[in-house]
């Protein structure tokens, strides 16, 4: 918690341009899960706490108000060795070479408002893997930042990402940002949504398709979370309840409607009988206590309402309402409310 003390008054309406300058050793959650890893070689932070409040995390890299509702702009200036690349969101505008002291300084912006808890960087060693996807509306480029040596498992990890980027648009609405990337992380527990720069554990690009729900249960937030962003922890399920609902999506539209409805049915009865055990009660999806911000229930009960919504509405009118929300509130955060009474 930063005070300023300010040399004279001023008035409500008066703005303030205040410089902070600081510096520090990043710290991690108590959950051990967000935070800002050094590890292997490797530097990268993964920006929610999700055992500490507020749960964003852009605060252990930089001054911010966290919380899901304060957005911003980017420019970003990473100084590392010269025989590593830093990867952010948003847009490479520029790299220097400093010969006396052996440094390079990478220069992205990201010229979209996003939350403080999207922002990220991941530095190493890294080699980056790239494509163009064919957009509905335009061409996006789609980038792998990896070890060296892993090109081989990256491509058959990700050898559907075209499809399943194609069953989004088709379903949720153009992709709204430049790129779509990944960056490969020594991490061994999950992923994270950045904006841009998904972080994805290298342990999850093995080779097979064992993980994609997780690589394209990341890829829904650039959609929901990303796009639009929950307005409070309490409204978690808009970002993650969405995300999750949109793993049956593209497997109904990849794999067809037997694999969707089998995989959407084993979630199904844990969200009746088992996460009220483990969750410790039946939870309304909002307003959603702290401690159970990232719980199943979250998740797996936030997709049953949206599967719900898809029922009820039927296909037609549900999504083009909600790509439709999408496109509206697009770089906005929004409340449980807001998506009710929109649809
Ligand atoms: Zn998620």
Not at 163 to 189: C, D, M, Q, T
Not at 240 to 255: D, K
Request: with cysteine; charged share 20%.
């Amino acid at each position: 918690m930063i005070v300023v003390d300010l040399a004279d008054s001023f008035n409500s309406d008066e703005e303030l341009t205040i410089d902070v300058y600081y510096h520090g050793n990043p710290v991690m959650d108590p959950s051990g899960w967000g935070g800002f890893y050094f590890m292997s070689g490797y530097a990268f932070n993964l920006g929610v706490g999700f055992e500490d409040v507020p749960h964003c995390y852009g605060r252990v890299w930089f001054p911010c108000n966290d919380d899901f509702v304060y957005k911003a702009v980017y420019l970003f200036k990473i100084t590392t060795q010269i025989e590593h690349k830093a990867v952010c969101g948003g847009e490479l505008i520029n790299t220097l070479i400093n010969y006396t002291e052996e440094t390079i300084t990478y220069t992205w912006v990201i010229n979209h408002e996003i939350p403080t808890y999207l922002a990220s960087i991941a530095v190493g060693s890294y080699e980056l893997q790239s494509h163009i996807y064919e957009g509905i509306e335009e061409d996006i480029p789609v980038e792998f930042y990896i070890y060296p040596g892993d090109s081989a498992r990256t491509a058959e990890s990700f050898i559907n990402i075209d499809s399943v980027l194609s069953i989004y648009e088709h379903k949720f609405g153009p992709y709204a940002w430049n790129r779509v990337v990944y960056v490969e992380v020594p991490f061994s527990s999950g992923a994270m949504e950045h904006v841009t720069n998904i972080a994805m554990g290298r342990a999850f690009i093995d080779g097979t398709l064992d993980y994609e729900d997780l690589f394209y249960h990341e890829l829904a937030h650039m959609w929901f979370g990303d796009q639009i962003t929950c307005s409070s922890a309490e409204d978690m399920w808009i970002n993650e309840g969405w995300a999750t609902f949109c793993e049956t999506v593209y497997i109904q539209y990849l794999y067809g409607d037997q694999e969707a409805k089998a995989y959407r049915r084993a979630s199904h009865e844990p969200v009746i009988r088992y996460y009220p055990i483990q969750d410790g009660g039946f939870h309304a999806l909002y307003p959603m206590d702290q401690s159970l911000t990232y719980s199943r229930t979250v998740y797996e009960k936030g997709a049953s309402v949206a599967h719900a919504l898809r029922g009820y509405l039927g296909d037609d009118l549900f999504f083009t309402a909600i790509t439709q929300f999408l496109q509206d509130k697009s770089y906005t955060s929004i409340s449980s409310y807001d998506m009710r009474d929109y649809l």
